[in-house]
T-cell receptor, first 115, second 112 residues
Framework: DTGVSQNPRHKITKRGQNVTFRCDPISEHNRLYWYRQTLGQGPEFLTY????????KSRLLSDRFSAERPKGSFSTLEIQRTEQGDSAMYLC?????????????FGPGTRLTVT | SQKIEQNSEALNIQEGKTATLTCNYT??????LQWYRQDPGRGPVFLLLIRENEKEKRKERLKVTFDTTLKQSLFHITASQPADSATYLC???????????FGRGTSLIVHP
């Protein structure tokens, strides 16, 4: 399967703990995105990379959120000192450089529950 | 501020009928408008993209229209089937920033 993969699929953590999620995009896609989705809402943009460069990070929800894509391949999203309000689905997507128009190919998501 | 509106109420239709979903936007000049399907607990799946200079796009039983004067896109599924039941999201992209903005989606329920 050459789709976008995310790990873990589910994460339960206690408030105050740090969590890290991984995303492996479609190999030939150079743009990689992170979104957060809560129930009844559409995906909310957090940040994106073009190759290894993080081109937009001002919409990360707070300074507790950070993302990396060190070699332009997989990416990680870290949330430090988690809060109950961080509970959500975290989606990763990749987009080809020569697509129709920045269409997004999503992974299955990581469901985070903060207790 | 930019706003995308999709009907929050679920659309219920009978199998075989045409489903029509609406996406309205304000304070936005999108270069592309995209439609996605999302099933519960899964990531969205890209369906169709239409550019600002295109009026209509078709793919199998799907048809999308884009009216930049009305600031509206319509998404049609003809000969609907129960398997088409899902949430359908529209997303707008200005083309320059490479950052799509998603609507909240509309739930479609096709009854057999």
């Amino acid at each position: 399967d050459t789709g976008v993969s995310q790990n873990p699929r589910h994460k339960i953590t206690k408030r105050g703990q740090n969590v890290t999620f991984r995303c492996d995009p479609i190999s030939e896609h150079n743009r990689l995105y992170w979104y957060r989705q809560t129930l009844g809402q559409g995906p909310e943009f957090l940040t994106y990379f073009q190759n290894e460069a993080q081109l937009e990070k001002s919409r990360l929800l707070s300074d507790r959120f950070s993302a990396e894509r060190p070699k332009g391949s997989f990416s990680t999203l870290e949330i430090q000192r988690t809060e109950q309000g961080d509970s959500a689905m975290y989606l990763c997507a990749s987009s080809p450089s020569r697509g129709q128009g920045n269409e997004q190919y999503f992974g299955p998501g990581t469901r985070l529950t903060v207790t | 501020s930019q706003k995308i509106e999709q009907n929050s109420e679920a659309l219920n239709i009978q199998e075989g009928k045409t489903a029509t979903l609406t996406c309205n936007y304000t304070n936005y000049s999108p270069a592309y408008l995209q439609w996605y399907r999302q099933d519960p607990g899964r990531g969205p799946v890209f369906l169709l993209l239409i550019r600002e200079n295109e009026k209509e796009k078709r793919k199998e039983r799907l048809k999308v229209t884009f009216d930049t004067t009305l600031k509206q896109s319509l998404f049609h599924i003809t000969a609907s089937q129960p398997a088409d039941s899902a949430t359908y999201l529209c997303a707008l992209d200005s083309g320059g920033s490479y950052i799509p903005t998603f609507g909240r989606g509309t739930s479609l329920i096709v009854h057999p």
